[in-house]
C-alpha cells in the first residue's frame, strides 16, 4: 500500500480516562508520535460517554464517544454493540486496538495490540470479573489483521497459547517517554524533601496487585536490613489494585507506600534511587523498568518473561521469588557505589535504545499493512459505506477523499 495515502484510523482510546496504568501510558507515548511518525494518518479517538473527555494531548485529536461504559465488566457492550454500529457506519480505513479488545463484527479491517497474557500465563492473579473478560477479549484477538505485542516474550505466549499465525504477530516494543531522564541533584532534593525521604532508598513502582510480587522485596529489605545501623527505606509508588495486601500490614517503618506520584516526582525518585527493584511474576515489556533506566537508576529485575530482553546486560537479574536472591543482589548494590555507578551508565544507554518514535513507525507500518491484506483478500477493497457525521449517536466522520487520491 502506498506510504503516503491518507489512510483514516479509529483508536481505542479509552485507557485515556483512566488513572495512571500501562493502558494509559501507552497512549499517551504513542499518539503525539504516530502523528510526527506519519503526517498522512487521520485518527479519530473512541470512547464511552461514561468517561471524561480526554484531557491533555487527547484533546488535540478528534474524539468520538458511544454509548457505554469503562467499568470491567460493562466493557462488552461497547465492544459488542456501540463499536461495531460506529465502525460500520463510517468511513473509517482501520481501527487499532491499544488494549486488545476487539469488536465482535466489523467491515473495518482491524490492528490490536496484545500488551501481555499475564492472566493465561499467571493464573489467579487478577480477580475473577478480569479474567473472565480478559479471557473474552482474547478469544476475539484472533480476528485482527495484524497482532502487535511489546516483546519477544509475549510473541512467543500469543503463538503458543493463543493458536495464532506468527506471521501474523509483530514485535513493536513500548518505550518510556522523553521526561524520563536524569535528572539534576536540586530537583531531586526537592522532592525526596517533599516526600519526607532521607538517606538511601530502594524504589519500587506499579500497581499494588499480586503479580508485581511486592511481598517478595520487603521480605528480602527486612534481610537487607537486619543488620544495618540505619535501615534503607523501600519506598513504593503506584496506584492501589488488588488481592492481598499482606505486606502492607505491619509492615516497619522503612516501607514508605507513596500511593500514585505525578511524573515529574516520578523521574525525581526514580533518579534518586540507590536501586530500582522490578520482583514482577510476568511481564509483557515491563514499563516501569524502561523508565528506570533512561532516568540512570541502577536496576535489579526478575529474571523472567520479558525483563531480561528489555534490560540486555543493563540490569541485575534475579529470580521473581528467590528472596535470598534479592536480599544479597539489592545488599551487594547499596555497599557498592562504584557498581551502582556502572549500573547507572549501562541502564541510561539501554534506556535510550527505546524510543516511542521507532515504536509509531512499527504501528503505523500495521495499520497499513492491515488494509492492505484486507483489499488483496477482499478484491474491490474494504467496503465504504456511506458517509457520516460525529454525532453523539457515535457515527465517525471522515472527510471525502482528495480529487486523485488513492
Known amino acids: 500500500m502506498d506510504p503516503g495515502r491518507r489512510l483514516r484510523v479509529a483508536?481505542?482510546?479509552?485507557?485515556?480516562?483512566?488513572?495512571?496504568?500501562?493502558?494509559?501510558?501507552?497512549?499517551?507515548?504513542?499518539?503525539?508520535?504516530?502523528?510526527?511518525?506519519?503526517?498522512?494518518?487521520?485518527?479519530?479517538?473512541?470512547t464511552t460517554r461514561s468517561a471524561p473527555r480526554p484531557r491533555g494531548l487527547g484533546a488535540s485529536f478528534p474524539v468520538v464517544r458511544l454509548a457505554g461504559s469503562r467499568f470491567t465488566l460493562l466493557r462488552p457492550?461497547?465492544?459488542i454493540r456501540s463499536l461495531p454500529r460506529a465502525l460500520a457506519r463510517s468511513e473509517i480505513d482501520v481501527f487499532f486496538s491499544t488494549t486488545g479488545a476487539l469488536p465482535m463484527t466489523s467491515p473495518t479491517p482491524a490492528v490490536v495490540m496484545i500488551h501481555d497474557l499475564a492472566i493465561l500465563r499467571v493464573p489467579g492473579i487478577q480477580p475473577w470479573y478480569y479474567s473472565w473478560y480478559w479471557r473474552t477479549v482474547y478469544r476475539r484477538c484472533r480476528r485482527a489483521n495484524e497482532i502487535l505485542v511489546p516483546s519477544l516474550s509475549t510473541r512467543r505466549d500469543v503463538i503458543e497459547l493463543l493458536d495464532i499465525d506468527p506471521s501474523r504477530v509483530r514485535v513493536v516494543p513500548c518505550a518510556a517517554g522523553e521526561r524520563f531522564r536524569p535528572s539534576p541533584p536540586e530537583a531531586i532534593a526537592r522532592v525526596l524533601t517533599a516526600w519526607g525521604i532521607d538517606g538511601d532508598y530502594?524504589?519500587?513502582?506499579?500497581?499494588?496487585?499480586?503479580r508485581k510480587n511486592l511481598g517478595t522485596l520487603v521480605a528480602a529489605m527486612a534481610r537487607v536490613n537486619r543488620d544495618r545501623r540505619r535501615a534503607v527505606k523501600l519506598v513504593v509508588a503506584g496506584g492501589p489494585g488488588w488481592g492481598p495486601q499482606a505486606f502492607l500490614r505491619g509492615c516497619p517503618d522503612w516501607v514508605r507506600v507513596l500511593g500514585l506520584v505525578s511524573d515529574d516526582d516520578l523521574v525525581a525518585l526514580y533518579g534518586g534511587a540507590a536501586a530500582f527493584a522490578f520482583p514482577s511474576l510476568y511481564e509483557g515489556f515491563g514499563l516501569p523498568?524502561?523508565?528506570?533506566?533512561?532516568?540512570?537508576?541502577?536496576?535489579?529485575?526478575s529474571a523472567t518473561s520479558s525483563i531480561p530482553e528489555?534490560?540486555?546486560?543493563?540490569?541485575?537479574?534475579?529470580?521473581p521469588t528467590d528472596v535470598a536472591g534479592w536480599a544479597g543482589a539489592l545488599g551487594e548494590l547499596l555497599c557498592d557505589p562504584t557498581r551502582r555507578l556502572e549500573l547507572s551508565r549501562s541502564a541510561r544507554r539501554r534506556g535510550e535504545a527505546f524510543s516511542w518514535d521507532v515504536t509509531a513507525q512499527g504501528v503505523a507500518a500495521a495499520?497499513?499493512?492491515?488494509?492492505?491484506?484486507?483489499?488483496?483478500a477482499a478484491?474491490?477493497?474494504?467496503r465504504r459505506p456511506r458517509a457520516g457525521r460525529a454525532t453523539a449517536a457515535g457515527v465517525v466522520a471522515a472527510p471525502p477523499d482528495p480529487p486523485g487520491g488513492g
Open 202 to 210: 530502594v524504589l519500587a513502582v506499579g500497581t499494588r496487585e499480586p
Open 379 to 382: 478484491p474491490g477493497g474494504v
Open 11 to 46: 483508536i481505542d482510546a479509552r485507557a485515556l480516562a483512566e488513572r495512571p496504568c500501562g493502558f494509559r501510558r501507552y497512549l499517551e507515548g504513542l499518539l503525539p508520535a504516530l502523528r510526527k511518525a506519519d503526517a498522512s494518518l487521520e485518527t479519530v479517538l473512541l
Open 367 to 376: 495499520l497499513r499493512a492491515a488494509v492492505a491484506t484486507s483489499r488483496v
Open 289 to 301: 523498568v524502561a523508565e528506570a533506566m533512561r532516568c540512570g537508576a541502577p536496576v535489579v529485575a
Open 77 to 79: 457492550w461497547w465492544e
Open 310 to 319: 528489555l534490560v540486555g546486560d543493563a540490569a541485575v537479574l534475579v529470580q
